[in-house]
């Protein structure tokens, strides 16, 4: 079945950066669009960033945009979230999730907590 | 970028009352609207994509529809463990907006 596991959250200071991981398994990696989506303490869910299946075409949030860059290794089955320049607002649990019919999500990783404070 | 507005914030209920959540577009997004559900400390689940398919697995009691800019989704007969917040999101264009989340307390 379906697998997605995020690592690599933390504890970072302002103007830091770090690098999410997502494991995937269960399902042909190479063939389905991802998405990352974030959800701050007591807040909502927010949409985050997008990576098409073909690896090429990317989205971002424009509350990330030119900061955080989406990517991944088919070989590993790995989805990244690289973030740079992170700011207090950026505190959030970060979740993988995998694209399925009409855009929807229909897989998630049980989410990486990241904190940005001094 | 398209706007979603999901009401109400919150809402309480009894088991097998009938519950109504409602979520605006800004634009018209046809039916590229997908609704989940999410438990703390869980990973949100898929409920209904294109606002009114149910996705594998999910009771039938619920139940989405609309088109356009407004939808609706519907618990027929709220159960215990219905208790979560919902969030409808469009995925019509990018960015993919999240509505603000309707949390359901169970009475």
């Known amino acids: 079945q379906v697998h997605l596991v995020e690592s690599g959250g933390g504890v970072v200071q302002p103007g830091g950066s770090l690098r999410l991981s997502c494991a995937a398994s269960?399902?042909?990696?190479?063939?389905?669009?991802m998405h990352w989506v974030r959800q701050a303490p007591g807040k909502g869910l927010e949409w985050v960033a997008f990576l098409g299946h073909d690896g090429i075409n990317k989205y971002y949030a424009d509350a990330v945009k030119g900061r955080f860059s989406i990517s991944r290794d088919i070989s590993k089955n790995m989805l990244y979230l690289e973030m740079k320049s992170l700011r207090a607002e950026d505190s959030a649990v970060y979740y993988c999730a995998k694209q399925y019919h009409w855009n929807s999500l229909d897989y998630w990783g049980q989410g990486a907590l990241v904190t940005v404070s001094s | 970028d398209i706007q979603v507005t999901q009401s109400p914030s919150s809402v309480s209920a009894s088991v097998g009352d009938r519950v109504t959540i409602t979520c605006q577009a800004s634009q018209d997004i046809t039916n590229w609207l997908a609704w989940y559900q999410h438990k703390p400390g869980e990973a949100p689940k898929l409920l209904i994509y294109t606002a009114s398919t149910l996705h594998g697995g999910v009771p039938s009691r619920f139940s989405g529809s609309g088109s356009g800019t407004d939808f609706t989704l519907t618990i027929s007969s709220l159960q215990p463990e219905d208790a979560a917040t919902y969030y409808c999101q469009q995925v019509n264009s990018f960015p993919h907006s999240f509505g603000q989340g309707t949390k359901l307390e169970i009475k």
């Open positions: 269960g399902f042909t990696f190479n063939t389905f669009a």
